[in-house]
């Protein structure tokens, strides 16, 4: 309604604008237009309630439709991927549980223009047992047009006794992000950030450290957990490939007090299954929905991971910090393995690339 209301007194101005100057350069014909934000902070309590509201009718339902006219992508093809999973297995619903709003920081930039975008740090309580331990989840908003709703784009579930540093904030109240030119004030400038996390996990063959990513759960223990993972299927005689790109949605990147920034992005990991000559694979769990029974010959599955960061000032002397990442399998794609010849010996695969 506001966004409305500033488009139509933009309108307004320009046709009874007189001629005079006052609204507009008559030389060049523009005509001023109205550089008020599009959302201001106080105005995105109710925004989070009526999502989360929703979402959780839609979980209670698999409802995919009221799904996706809530959340935008990524978040939109990671959970209607979950769905497609849920309904495979027979269930009706993603779970019993509803969520209650129990508490919510909420950082809205200054913006004019759509896109817009605002990040919530919220912490969602069970709303039939409030003794119940809360989970606790940075999530990005976005509004892709005047005439568009709200919807969620982004989340990342974060662990209970995680902090939110503290984000820096104008003399109105809106959240300070990182411009372009100011990227190099921080240990990493946040439009490369996907790129450097791609970098370091794609080497987790290499059991290697980092003098950028501090360990922990969601760096040399998910490398680690990578490495695991294709050893395993070696030894099931699997050769399993795995490709870590960067994400396509926009980085976000929030000033912190310290001189810092938390930052949200999106990472692909793609993984690429191949038998052993004259073996075939079978639907493995997660592609249940996005797959159809069988054998293959190969098998590609597509993962989106929302991820969320601390990064500290250029000349602070600690490492970036993964606080957690949050996805799910979007594609799951086969090459169907070719029929057994006529003499009843299996036909082998086209050979593969390996790792």
Do not use: H
Not at 141 to 169: C, G, H, M, N, Q
Not at 208 to 215: E, I, T, V, Y
Not at 246 to 264: H, M, N, S, W
């Amino acid at each position: 309604a506001l966004a409305a209301l500033l488009v139509c007194l933009a309108l307004l101005a320009a046709a009874c604008g007189g001629g005079n100057g006052d609204d507009g350069d008559a030389d060049s014909g523009s005509v001023a237009v109205s550089s008020d934000p599009v959302i201001l902070p106080a105005d995105t309590r109710p925004i989070i309630e009526d999502l989360q509201a929703k979402i959780d009718e839609a979980n209670a339902s698999l409802d995919v439709a009221l799904q996706d006219s809530i959340e935008a992508s990524p978040a939109r093809d990671i959970d209607d991927a979950f769905f497609k999973g849920f309904k495979a297995k027979g269930q009706t619903s993603a779970g019993s549980t509803r969520r209650r709003l129990a508490d919510a920081q909420v950082y809205v930039p200054r913006q004019t223009d759509y896109p817009a975008r605002f990040f919530a740090f919220v912490k969602l309580a069970n709303a039939d047992d409030p003794a119940a331990p809360q989970i606790s989840r940075l999530r990005v908003y976005e509004k892709s047009a005047a005439d568009e709703p709200w919807k969620l784009a982004l989340y990342v579930t974060v662990p209970r006794d995680f902090v939110l540093p503290e984000i820096r904030v104008d003399a109105d109240g809106f959240a300070e992000t990182v411009a372009d030119e100011n990227g190099d004030e921080l240990k990493v400038d946040p439009s490369r950030l996907p790129a450097e996390f791609a970098d370091y996990l794609s080497r987790f063959a290499e059991g290697a450290s980092s003098d950028l990513f501090a360990p922990g759960r969601f760096t040399s223990e998910a490398s680690e957990a990578f490495r695991a993972s294709v050893d395993k299927d070696a030894q099931a005689t699997i050769t399993t490939t795995v490709e870590v790109t960067p994400g396509r949605y926009p980085v976000q990147a929030f000033r912190t007090a310290d001189g810092g920034a938390v930052v949200l992005f999106t990472e692909n990991v793609n993984y690429s299954y191949a038998p052993a000559p004259g073996k075939v694979l079978n639907p493995i769990s997660g592609s249940e929905g996005l797959l159809e029974p069988g054998e293959y010959s190969s098998l590609q599955r597509n993962v989106v991971n929302m991820v969320a960061a601390v990064v500290p000032p250029a000349d602070a002397e600690g490492l970036v910090q993964i606080v957690g990442t949050t996805g799910g399998t979007v594609s799951f794609d086969g090459e169907p393995a070719a029929p057994p010849s006529p003499s009843g010996s299996p036909t082998p695969p086209p050979p593969t690339a390996s790792p």
